[in-house]
């Protein structure tokens, strides 16, 4: 019984990513969705990638849109019960998106989530706003549709943004695991030449 309702799972699992591989590929061969308005892309790409990953964008306990916090404001606030999980910033230019990270970042802080978004439905910025560092360094993550291979975007988007593994914190422990191995490995390539350096320059004993 147990083996039977693993595969089961396991079945449905991949029939949801095959779904969202082919909304993937079909984002990255329509002209249409790269000209869409912010509210197109709300509607046409960000809530139907949520509902492809289990979220249900009719329950507001689930998915509240356009959710409010000291004036400011997240397209999308992803909750557990009462628990705020991730926002999503929804804004169209990508160029623009440097100046609206720190936005993005502020307003994620106030609400304190674990895992922030922006995202003009093709490019895809993911934050962990709640750790120390810079904007850049809190960036762990970015999916470029244009550029990658829609298998590795809906992989991306099944460790991070899925229902299961968001709720679960295992979205928000990958992000962590992410973030330290990129800090470690900062240290290591600016610690070492310098201390070898410095080694190097010292007299012979």
Request: with cysteine; proline share 3%; net charge neutral.
């Amino acid at each position: 019984m147990f083996l039977s309702f693993s595969k089961r799972a396991r079945e449905k699992e991949g029939d949801v990513m095959k779904k969202l591989v082919e909304f993937i590929k079909k984002i990255q061969s329509d002209a249409r969705f790269s000209a869409f308005d912010e509210a197109a892309i709300k509607q046409g790409v960000a809530l139907k990638i949520l509902s492809l990953l289990e979220w249900d964008p009719f329950d507001v306990d689930e998915v509240q849109p356009e959710y409010e916090i000291q004036g400011a404001k997240a397209d999308f606030c992803l909750k557990k019960e009462k628990t705020n999980k991730v926002f999503i910033f929804v804004r169209k230019n990508e160029k623009d998106f440097p100046k609206h990270q720190d936005k993005v970042l502020s307003v994620s802080v106030q609400g304190k989530v674990p895992i922030g978004i922006l995202t003009n439905g093709l490019t895809w910025w993911f934050f962990l706003p709640l750790v120390q560092g810079s904007a850049d360094e809190k960036k762990f993550l970015t999916i470029e549709m244009e550029s990658q291979k829609a298998e590795e975007a809906s992989e991306i988007f099944e460790n991070f943004l899925t229902k299961e593994n968001v709720l679960s914190g295992q979205a928000e422990k990958a992000a962590e695991d992410i973030y330290t191995a990129r800090k470690r490995n900062f240290f290591i390539k600016e610690t070492i030449p310098k201390a070898w350096e410095q080694i190097m320059s010292e007299p012979k004993k």
